[in-house]
């Protein structure tokens, strides 16, 4: 095993013990994405019911000459944050490319399975492309966007990936992202806005239970990385929205009291019957609630771009 297998164990079983040990118990949403959580979250974004997907690719494909527009320069470099399978910015790359952009393109993943991915549709789909894929959790990294380079960065969080943090850690993120950003930089966000809480309810809730199957896959995660004994089908998943906050969450629910034994960590964890462990945030915006956000992270928004639903708005900050 490399060093980097080690450390990456380490954390995975630390982050793990500490929010199972919690009260009420949590697990950091990040640990969904193992090459299980990859395949099951590329099937969530072709369900019909995950509207996000759709309307984040429709902004992409009918609003790419604005982005450029609004990144105001023929030579970059375009750095994603939480980039999965790129499956919105290749129609960007694609676009930038016969725009005759000089763009080096980087995306950071947790994921490696999905950052191989991703190397590999690039070189077939792309192959004129430059570019370096980094792996990494995007917060450790933040730093390193302070390097010097002679271009702009663009700094790319799409999917609704703020969403995970809830806001006054998004407000820390992005002022984070801020004070490493100059003048010439950009910071294009994805937001999920707010809406009808059923069309929300269901996109976390599909009838075929494969969002069910991708937050129940950490359970599986942690019995095949640490040896525990999750049984999968002792526990249940559960999706509430909360219109007044925005807050959609994901709970993995323990339908009996039982214990489970972690044997990596010499740990038995204990659930009562119908104990939660929220698994998931997924923060839901108004235009004004960005707003206030950017101006509290630093931000002056240039361009807000929505598809044609108003499902989801992808806004392009510079540093105020
Ligand atoms: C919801 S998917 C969105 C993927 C892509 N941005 C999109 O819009 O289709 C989240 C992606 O972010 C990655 N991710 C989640 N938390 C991360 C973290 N803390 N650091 C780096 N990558 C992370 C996951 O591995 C996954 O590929």
């Known amino acids: 095993m490399k060093t980097t ?35 099951l979250f590329q099937q969530i974004m072709r369900m019909p019911e995950y509207y996000l ?8 494909e009918m609003h790419k000459d604005s982005i450029l527009k609004s990144i105001g320069c023929q030579a970059f470099d375009l750095v994603e944050l939480g980039a ?3 499956y919105k910015t290749k ?21 490696k399975h999905v950052l191989q991915q991703l190397e590999t549709s690039l070189q077939n789909d792309l192959p004129e492309l430059a570019f370096n894929c980094l792996q990494g959790d995007y917060f450790d990294m933040l730093n390193e966007l ?48 707010k809406k009808d809480p059923q069309i929300i309810l269901d996109a976390y809730n599909d009838p075929a239970g494969i969002t069910a199957a991708f937050n129940l896959n950490i359970l599986t995660r942690i019995n095949k990385e640490l040896g525990a004994n999750f049984n ?3 526990f249940k998943h559960w999706e509430i929205y909360n219109p007044l906050t925005g807050a959609a969450k994901s709970y993995i629910i323990s339908k009996i009291d039982q214990d489970v034994f972690i044997p990596d960590a010499n740990q ?19 235009l004004a609630d960005i707003d206030v956000l950017a101006h509290k992270s630093g931000l002056t928004t240039i361009n807000r771009l929505r598809d044609h639903k108003k499902y989801f708005v992808d806004i392009i900050f510079q540093k105020s």
Request: charged content about 25%.
């Open 146 to 193: 302070h390097y010097r380079s002679e271009v702009p960065k663009i700094i790319l969080f799409l999917g609704a990936n703020i969403g995970n943090m809830r806001p006054p850690d998004a407000q820390a993120f992005l002022k984070e992202i801020q004070k490493n950003m100059s003048h010439n930089d950009r910071l294009i966000v994805g937001f999920d806005l």
């Open 268 to 286: 038995v964890i204990s659930f009562t019957a119908w104990e939660t462990i929220e698994v998931e945030l997924s923060q839901k915006y108004s």
């Open 84 to 86: 999965g399978d790129g």
């Open 91 to 111: 129609v960007l790359l694609q676009y930038l490319l016969e725009q005759n952009v000089d763009v080096r393109y980087c995306p950071i993943d947790i994921s």
């Open 232 to 234: 999968i089908d002792l």
């Open 53 to 60: 997907t759709d309307a984040e690719y429709e902004i992409m």
């Open 5 to 39: 297998d080690i450390q990456h164990l380490d954390t995975f079983t630390s982050d793990i013990l500490d929010g199972l040990r919690q009260n009420p118990k949590r697990l950091p949403s990040k640990y969904f994405y193992d090459a299980e959580g990859d395949k």
